[in-house]
């Protein structure tokens, strides 16, 4: 790993994030949802812990998942990146690059959209260690499937279906309204179920086990896109 | 570094091509053996620079040259590079800019990359004599930073503007391409069409219409703007016959129409070429002890 390169794809990509308005909107989309949400019932009743989920969920999937995905699906597309890999070492700097950008703007959609909703107790430490675990999930997951695809058309074939299972996982509820149902006893095991666990103060050390687990699970996806591609070059 | 020529041709040959830090090659290749060649270069840990760049098309100018300055981690220093190479305009994305622009991120990248061998494929093709200008001025610098420069030309009139002394791939081999200065002989015919084979037919060219004669691989090329046509005879006879007619040999395997020719353009001290006056602006090359000579025969034509 070189700190130079690394630091020369944040910069570089930062500016590109800035400059790309499909990247940049995704940033705002969970804002704009914030700002809706606040207006649901006069602004007065506190939002329930399932919209905040969703809140995160979407700042997961459109910003953390997506903008990685893009990026890294556009560089192969463009084949910019093959003047630049002489060494395979340097894919790893690359993808530490970009994913330092996608963690910041990640991380300031995050804030602004909870600071707009402000709820009570939302940054205790078990939900910052869960949102962690969750923002590691995505974004491996973005990268893993960003490697793989060829054109930055392709990745919307991923987004729409990822960002429904795993970015509205609780609206299950209201197509499947048996609570004994097999596919809600699925989705229970969903990292958002985790995390409004967490939030409902009703967690224990298991739902730390199940997210750690998903982030394990997308980390391997990574090694594995990682070694697909540097099979088929 | 090495590269073994039957990795380009795929013919069993026990040569390599020897590419030497600080030296400059510049080689004829037929335009199929572009690609293998490409790979075999970066395989063996070259950089190769191919046609048009693909860049970032959202950034400009000066983020890209900041970005890989810092890739590569270069002492050379961003403002500089940009007064250098007279890049006009830093400020609008790479999308907006003209071809002839974002050729000349490509002449910077191989000044800041780190490859110690750096390969350029056809890279006249589409390009302005400014940026040939600017291609030699990025060679200079590459072998004074010791780095090694390969251009592969599909056209012989390119390759002949890097440098005068220029190989060619054939099947099993790299061979020099004879440049020795043939004299001319004087031979007056009064005529005013030469006979020319195509396929089955016999086509009678007017001579005034040639722009200029090329040999390659045993055979003599007529070149008339439009159309390229076998004539049957070797460029020595084609300089008896035509010679009369204000036909010059500039170069061992080329003669130009002293008539058709515009301008003669010195890319370096021993490299020259002449531009013909037609659409494309076609470069022939021109031999460095033919240099006084032609300017003398247009002078008096």
């Known amino acids: ?233 | 570094m090495d590269i073994e020529i039957q990795n380009i041709t795929g013919q069993p040959s026990d040569n390599k091509i020897n590419i030497t830090s600080a030296e400059c090659l510049s080689v004829q290749m037929p335009y199929e053996r572009l690609e293998a060649f490409s790979a075999a270069f970066e395989s063996a840990g070259g950089h190769v620079f191919t046609g048009a760049p693909i860049y970032y098309k959202r950034l400009n100018l000066k983020v890209h040259i900041e970005y890989l300055r810092k890739w590569y981690n270069s002492p050379l220093k961003t403002g500089d590079l940009i007064q250098q190479f007279k890049l006009e305009d830093v400020i609008s994305r790479m999308s907006k800019l003209n071809e002839k622009e974002t050729q000349k991120l490509n002449y910077i990248h191989a000044l800041l990359s780190d490859s110690q061998h750096i390969a350029f494929i056809d890279p006249f093709l589409n390009t302005v004599n400014d940026n040939i200008h600017l291609f030699h001025k990025m060679k200079a610098q590459l072998l004074n930073q010791g780095k090694s420069l390969f251009v592969a030309a599909s056209r012989l009139e390119d390759a002949l503007i890097v440098q005068p002394g220029v190989m060619r791939l054939n099947g099993q081999s790299l061979e020099l391409v004879e440049t020795a200065d043939n004299a001319d002989d004087d031979s007056s015919l009064n005529i005013s069409k030469i006979k020319v084979k195509a396929h089955d037919k016999t086509i009678f060219v007017t001579i005034e219409d040639i722009e200029y004669l090329e040999s390659m691989d045993g055979k003599v090329y007529i070149n008339l703007g439009s159309q390229k046509l076998v004539m049957e005879t070797t460029l020595q006879g084609a300089v008896d016959q035509l010679a009369p007619h204000g036909f010059y040999r500039c170069h061992r395997s080329y003669i130009v129409n002293l008539h058709k020719v515009k301008e003669i353009i010195t890319w370096s001290k021993n490299t020259y070429s002449v531009i013909v006056d037609n659409p494309e602006k076609s470069r022939i090359p021109l031999s460095r002890a033919k240099f006084n000579e032609i300017q003398d025969k247009l002078l008096k034509l």
Request: hydrophobic fraction near 55%.
């Open chain 1, 1 to 233: 790993m070189n700190i130079t390169r690394v630091m020369a794809i944040f910069e570089k990509d930062l500016k590109e994030f800035m400059k790309n308005m499909m990247l940049f909107t995704s940033v705002m989309i969970p804002i704009i949802m914030a700002l809706f949400f606040t207006r649901i019932g006069g602004g007065q009743a506190e939002l329930p812990p399932e919209m905040l989920v969703i809140v995160v969920g979407v700042v997961f999937t459109a910003v953390s998942f997506s903008a990685v995905m893009t990026m890294i699906a556009e560089e192969n597309e463009k084949d910019t990146l093959r003047g630049l890999l002489q060494s395979p070492a340097t894919i790893i700097d690359i993808i530490l690059g970009k994913s330092m950008v996608v963690g910041l703007m990640t991380i300031i959609s995050l804030v602004a959209s909870i600071l707009i909703i402000s709820p009570d107790n939302y940054w205790t430490l078990e939900n910052i260690i869960s949102l962690i675990l969750m923002g590691f999930f995505f974004l491996c997951m973005g990268i893993g499937i960003g490697l793989i695809v060829n054109s930055v058309a392709t990745t919307s074939v991923y987004l729409i279906p990822i960002m429904f299972i795993f970015g509205f996982t609780p609206y299950i509820e209201m197509i499947i309204t048996d609570p004994d149902h097999i596919a809600i006893k699925i989705a229970e095991y969903f990292p958002l179920y985790q995390n409004l666990n967490i939030l409902n103060g009703e967690s224990g050390a298991m739902e730390f086990v199940i997210l750690a687990a998903w982030a394990a699970a997308s980390f391997l996806l990574v090694l594995w896109a990682f070694n697909k591609r540097k099979n088929d070059e």
